[in-house]
């Protein structure tokens, strides 16, 4: 299961879209998919590549606006619990 779908288990706040984007060329047009993973944040903001877990969650909290990109808020310890 990716950290995405973990997240949006964990929190009514969060929804979380896999998309196979050779299926659904459209959507891949739309978002601008150049490569893969390639995720989008309140439909607006994105990033690609792979991340370690943490920098994942501080790159999706900064895309929300709930944290500042400096990193201003702590996304490490138990958020799982």
């Given at each position: 299961m990716s950290l995405a779908n973990r997240m949006a288990?964990?929190?009514p706040r969060v929804r979380a879209v896999c998309?196979?984007?050779?299926?659904f060329p459209q959507?891949?047009?739309?978002?601008?998919v150049r490569g893969v993973?390639?995720?989008v944040v309140n439909r607006s903001a994105?990033?690609?590549?792979?991340?370690?877990e943490r920098?994942?969650?501080?790159?999706?909290?900064?895309r929300?606006?709930?944290i500042e990109e400096d990193g201003g808020g702590d996304t490490?310890?138990?958020a799982g619990a």
């Open positions: 288990l964990a929190s998309v196979e984007a050779n299926e959507l891949s047009t739309q978002f601008r993973p390639h995720m994105s990033f690609v590549g792979a991340l370690p920098q994942f969650v501080s790159a999706v909290l900064e929300a606006g709930v490490g310890g138990d």
